[in-house]
């Protein structure tokens, strides 16, 4: 029924969300400031610059939002003294994937991360090898929802974006895909879109897990050796 997939990273493949979000209330309460999971998820999903702003005025101005930085960036950091990936894979990803490549369904990546930091992050999961194609929110100018990272990824699949499935967590990443003429399966984050987006998704998954069980249908293909 379909030729690709192409997935987002931050939430959907590695589970990113939940250690950056711990990393803003511990900076935030280096500032004498209690910064709560629900003002955090205000930022979830959005462009960088729209999150600086949205950050900058919960922490009280710029230069408070910079000590943040440093700080979450510092945090962050530690997390991978010893050894193990800074962001971990998510439930069911590397068991999607590697079935995916088996079927010889052609996979991308779009996401508003750079390229480097798309490539550092699952070469660190060990999932890079599935990929063909990446598009990073460096390489297009305007992020998601905007959905110019979709049609990157599916031009650099050499695949129409009709004849792909989008993978996304997010509500701008779910309204980009879309955007970009693709059908979207939503597996939602700590930040589930509205109903209004799940309305338009072509299916909705708990976990990546769950997605094993669609592939004949929707990714019939033909299996590799």
Do not use: C, K, N
């Given at each position: 029924m379909f030729a690709a997939a192409i997935f987002d990273m931050d939430g959907l493949l590695i589970d990113s969300e939940r250690p950056i979000?711990?990393?803003w209330i511990e900076a935030a309460r280096?500032?004498?400031?209690?910064?709560?999971?629900?003002?955090?998820?205000?930022v979830v999903g959005l462009a960088t610059a729209e999150s600086e702003l949205i950050l900058a005025g919960l922490l009280g101005g710029a230069e408070a939002y910079r000590h943040a930085v440093a700080h979450v960036r510092r945090l962050l950091q530690l997390e991978?003294?010893?050894g193990t990936?800074?962001?971990p894979i998510k439930p069911g990803?590397?068991?999607l994937l590697a079935a995916l490549r088996a079927r010889g369904t052609r996979c991308a990546v779009a996401s508003s991360s750079t390229s480097a930091q798309?490539?550092?992050c699952l070469e660190s999961i060990d999932v890079l090898h599935h990929f063909e194609a990446f598009a990073g929110g460096d390489e297009v100018a305007r992020a998601k929802p905007d959905p110019a990272l979709y049609r990157l990824a599916a031009e650099r699949l050499g695949v129409a974006p009709a004849d792909c499935i989008a993978f996304e967590d997010s509500e701008n990443g779910a309204r980009a895909a879309l955007a970009a003429g693709l059908r979207v399966v939503i597996v939602p984050d700590l930040k589930h879109p509205p109903a209004a987006v799940i309305a338009q998704a072509f299916h909705?998954?708990?976990?990546?897990?769950?997605?094993?069980?669609?592939?004949?249908?929707?990714?019939?293909g033909m299996r590799v050796a």
């Open positions: 979000m711990a990393a280096t500032l004498d400031i209690e910064l709560s999971h629900s003002e955090y998820l205000q991978r003294s010893d990936p800074l962001f990803a590397g068991e798309i490539r550092t909705v998954l708990e976990s990546l897990h769950d997605a094993m069980a669609h592939l004949p249908r929707w990714f019939p």
